[in-house]
């Protein structure tokens, strides 16, 4: 016997089932989730490359377009757009709204540590960030120590800190502002450089090539072990 059948001959019951269907509906509506401001933009993967002293076709053929190649077949893209400018690169990778924004972000990662080898030596590495509509919610942190030096709260901030925060739920991006980084400053005599035929050049070469970070061993003690580099 059909539904229609049974509406007609017993219309109490009929009556009855219209009235619960509807007291289901109306509970269900009251426990809907509501956002005044919902997520409606699409999840955005950006990688951000530098190459000191390139210039924007340099960038566009050694970094962007070997990006670009690689990251190609992910799925879920919608769009791939690119900049390529003096000493920067910059590629921003729109997903379907649907795809998970950290579920991209590690394709993306994955994708880019296998094209690191195609990468000039040069250039730093790849730097991936997510961002959505709820990225414009900013937290600045102040990082103060009166035994302790400007650039040693920095490299302190720089390895341990940014990868703690950055595997929070909610964080897309992590940066340190204000800090100062290690360097040497080489003062060179250019009378002592014409007269060995150098230039600045060999010199920013040769420092490279001895500035390297090589394992040579590790210490144990009964509950440690260090790595020797």
């Not at 690169?89 to 993306?108: G, L, V």
Request: aromatic share 4%.
């Amino acid at each position: 016997m059909r539904l229609s059948d049974i509406s007609v001959q017993r219309p109490v019951l009929a009556m009855v089932i219209a009235a619960l269907i509807i007291a289901f509906g109306l509970l269900a509506l009251n426990r809907l989730p509501l956002q005044e401001y919902p997520t409606v933009d699409p999840p955005i993967v950006s990688i951000d490359t530098r190459y000191p002293g390139a210039s924007a076709s340099v960038v566009e053929t050694r970094i962007t377009q070997v990006l670009e190649d690689r990251i190609a077949g992910v799925e879920g893209i919608e769009l791939i757009t690119s900049q390529s400018e003096d000493g920067r690169s910059r590629i921003e990778i729109e997903f379907a709204i649907t795809m998970d924004i950290n579920a991209a972000a590690n394709d993306i990662r994955d994708r880019i540590s296998g094209a690191l080898r195609n990468l000039p030596d040069d250039a730093d590495n790849p730097e991936v960030t997510k961002a959505d509509s709820s990225e414009e919610i900013v937290v600045w942190l102040s990082l103060s120590g009166a035994d302790y030096s400007i650039a040693e709260l920095t490299d302190y901030a720089n390895r341990f800190l940014v990868d703690s925060l950055s595997v929070q739920p909610g964080v897309a991006r992590v940066r340190v502002g204000g800090g100062q980084d290690y360097a040497m400053r080489v003062w060179l005599d250019r009378n002592a450089l014409a007269a060995r035929g150098l230039t600045v050049g060999d010199v920013e070469d040769a420092l490279r090539a001895e500035n390297v970070e090589l394992p040579a061993g590790s210490i144990e003690s009964d509950d440690r072990q260090f790595i020797v580099r």
